[in-house]
């Protein structure tokens, strides 16, 4: 079982930057697909960035540009740096990870990001 810790969310001011960061437990970090997801209450949770087990990487056109996603294989970390954040960005951020060969997903409890003037 993969245990997921996220962190780093508050509040910020729009044109602010934050960085989040997500800590996993277990032995099987590089083998995991990672993704941060993000959601507003009454909305459907939708994908933010995504990391490959190589380093690949994937943007929503939302925050393309803006957000830049980062794993550490070593901590068995992986970080969401966040520019440029709009009121728009404002909503709970999830960390996920996926075991591809196994279908497997695990999920953080998640970190608030307010962004407000």
């Known amino acids: 079982q993969v245990q997921i810790v996220e962190s780093g969310g508050g509040l910020v001011q729009p044109g602010g930057s934050l960085r989040l960061s997500c800590a996993t437990s277990?032995?099987?970090?590089?083998?995991?697909?990672m993704a941060w997801y993000r959601q507003v209450p009454g909305k459907q949770r939708e994908l933010a960035a995504r990391?490959?087990?190589?380093?690949?990487?994937n943007y929503s056109d939302s925050v393309k540009g803006r957000f830049t996603i980062s794993r550490d294989n070593a901590k068995n970390t992986v970080d969401l740096q966040m520019n440029n954040l709009k009121p728009d960005d404002t909503a709970v951020y999830y960390c996920k990870a996926f075991l591809a060969h196994s279908g497997s997903e695990y999920w953080g409890k998640g970190t608030l990001v307010t962004v407000s003037s």
């Open positions: 277990g032995s099987i970090f590089s083998l995991l697909i």
């Open positions: 990391i490959s087990i190589d380093g690949r990487t």
